[in-house]
């Protein structure tokens, strides 16, 4: 079973524009990662926050975590064309020493020219 | 620096036959997770190998099995195939360390079966 559910199960977008996805999750966690997948390969990691961290930033990626609501939302600014691919975050469990993640059905972006 | 490799690409298999799916982890990596990848779908946590035993293992039945190999390699065997296991199978290695950290993932093998 799914651990986090992805908020919008698809997004299409201009280049140029900002992409705005959320995740909701279940349980406690230790942290959350964000990761991207193109066209059915291996999955890239983004970003992570932990359960003690509210905002973060990397690049064009901003990523929020609202522990009380128990969610997530990535925003990517500036979008291109090469951001298309599919987003999924994933929760590392408080209650797992090893780290294993648990991960949404993810959020499908297709960036136009 | 060597990231993940997994081997082969692709398979395709009948029901009811096995299978045995290879991955090597990024140089000076400890710990290999395996993830299955059904169409559409997130990831699904199959199980995980350190010190080559199994530590954590995911709702999947005995027919996947797994072994790490002391230069920490590791195979996922599946036995007994269904059409249902038809997969993208994801390998992701860390350090035992840095448990809680960002995985480092494979390319992935894409099992059909027939």
């Known amino acids: 079973s799914q651990q986090g559910e992805e908020d919008p199960q698809a997004l299409s977008i201009q280049e140029g524009e900002n992409a705005t996805m959320n995740c909701s999750y279940k349980t406690s966690i230790n942290n959350l990662q964000w990761y991207r997948q193109n066209s059915g390969r291996g999955l890239v990691h983004l970003i992570l926050i932990r359960s003690n961290e509210r905002e973060k930033h990397s690049g064009r990626l901003r990523v929020t975590l609202d522990t009380s609501k128990k969610s997530s939302s990535l925003l990517i600014t500036a979008s291109r064309a090469a951001d298309t691919a599919s987003y999924f975050c994933?929760?590392?469990?408080?209650?797992?020493?090893?780290?294993?993640?648990?991960f949404g059905a993810g959020t499908q972006v297709v960036v136009t020219p | 620096d060597a990231g993940v490799t997994q081997s082969p690409t692709h398979l395709i298999k009948t029901r009811g036959q096995q299978v045995t799916l290879r991955c090597s982890p990024k140089s000076g990596h400890d710990t290999v997770s395996w993830y299955q990848q059904a169409l559409g779908q997130g990831p699904q946590f199959i199980f995980q190998y350190y010190e080559e035993e199994e530590r954590q293992r995911g709702n999947f039945p005995d027919r996947f099995s797994g072994h790490q190999f002391p230069n920490y390699s590791s195979e996922l065997n599946v036995n007994a195939l269904l059409l249902g296991d038809s997969a993208l199978y994801l390998c992701a290695s860390s350090l035992r360390e840095s448990s809680g950290g960002r995985k480092y993932f494979g390319p992935g093998t894409r099992l059909t079966v027939l």
């Open positions: 994933a929760t590392d469990p408080s209650t797992d020493s090893w780290g294993k993640l648990q």
